[in-house]
């Protein structure tokens, strides 16, 4: 694209810049190349400019220049400010520039630039600061400079409540109370940028990436990738209910409710890779669907090391049952004295028989595993028959124990986000 033809793309009748402000125009340090600089800052007569090029010709090139302050700049730098904000934070002028000379100048505002040839909204400098995750909030509520609070809140506690459920979950663990630090980072992400025409919100990385951490964000692209189509069963492991009900609940806290300012969510970011995911009240409804059918009683064999007892809510916690995540389990009569047993004896390996329902897995017997038992070589279901698995007592009503404190559970009903 010829000077000329980008020109004719300009709204009529702009400002022009007195060319004189930016003479020693001198390109000062190189933020981003291709073939040649497209990023950069430049010294002038008025100050440290950032410079973005917008258009090329075989004589020149259309560039975007606004001032940009030291702490703007290593914010940019840093990948927490996004290029397009720092262009546009203040003034802003487009100019041509041939052989490093300034021919022409106008005095613009956003609007002015021609559409394509800004960095989109939420653009890093760099693509390794791209964000990993993008939430961006639609409703007629939602209007530049009057966003409502409840829906800041309602995207940043979503987006950390749902990566929490995933990162238990891949962790094999859950967090009572208040978590510890370290653990707690993986899923408070920090917040890159905001964004006030719609809510938008861009988190950065987490601190660390780990095996475990990969894991919850393929699971996170599971439940956007079942979200985005109506065709697909229930994301996550049939064999394991346990982890489609972590995958569920950590959508559940991201899908807007039926009443409340919000009336779609999209997600983005490089932990969505490229699904594009759209949130609203229908997909909550969904979700409790598929929930609801997960009460459907499920006989299920575990195998793995009892590394807690609770006498006073019949619970033990299990250390990686089918090499999974650590799993509570709810003792019928029949399996509470056999396990604490074999807890207090320290037992290396244990079979619980039971069912999964209700979204919880109750035991009706404990025992102990045989010596030529190999749980990375056999199925507990093919390996143990069914005369130490009773039958549980149909009038029998298994205690509701509640999740730990902090656990975050789809309620019931639907919450305003108003």
Known sequence: MSHRDFESLLRPNLRELPTQWLTGCNIAETLYEAEYPVVFTVETSIGLLLAYVAAESTTGMWQVMAPISGHALDRLKRGTLALRAALTASSMWLVLVENGTVRKGFIVEERDIPHGHLPLPMTPLLPEHEPVLTARAVGAEIRAGAVPASVVSFVAEGVRSSLKA???????????????????????????????GSFQ????????????????????REALS?????????????????????????????????????????????????????????????????????????????????????????????????????????????????????????T??????????????????????????????????????DDRHPVADEDYEPPDHDQEAGDDEPPDSEPDSG
């Open 166 to 196: 995933l990162m238990e979950y891949s962790h094999g663990e859950r967090v009572s109370g208040a978590p510890r630090r370290r653990f707690r980072e993986l899923y408070d992400l920090p917040v890159q940028e905001l964004a006030f």
């Open 201 to 220: 919100v861009a988190f950065g990385s987490p601190s660390e990436m780990s095996e475990e951490i990969g894991k919850a964000v393929q699971l996170l």
């Open 226 to 346: 079942w979200a985005s189509r109506n065709d697909l069963p229930a994301p996550g492991d049939k064999e394991a209910p346990w982890e489609q009900i972590a995958i569920l609940r950590a959508l559940y806290q991201l899908a807007p409710p039926t009443r409340g300012p919000i009336q779609r969510l999209h997600i983005g970011g490089s932990w969505a890779a490229g699904i594009s995911a759209t949130l609203t009240s229908t997909t909550r409804l969904r979700i409790t669907h598929e929930l609801k059918k997960l009460d459907d009683k499920i006989e299920l064999t575990l195998v793995g090391r009892i590394i807690a007892f609770d006498d006073e809510r019949s619970v033990l916690t299990l250390r990686q049952p089918h090499r999974g995540p650590d799993m509570r389990v709810n003792l019928l009569p029949s399996a509470f004295d056999p396990s604490r047993e074999l807890f207090t004896q320290r």
């Open 348 to 385: 290396a390996l244990v079979v619980v028989f039971g069912y999964w329902q209700g979204q919880k897995y109750h035991a009706t017997n404990v025992v102990e595993a045989p010596a030529d038992y190999d749980p990375d070589r056999h199925e507990p279901e093919d390996w143990f028959s």
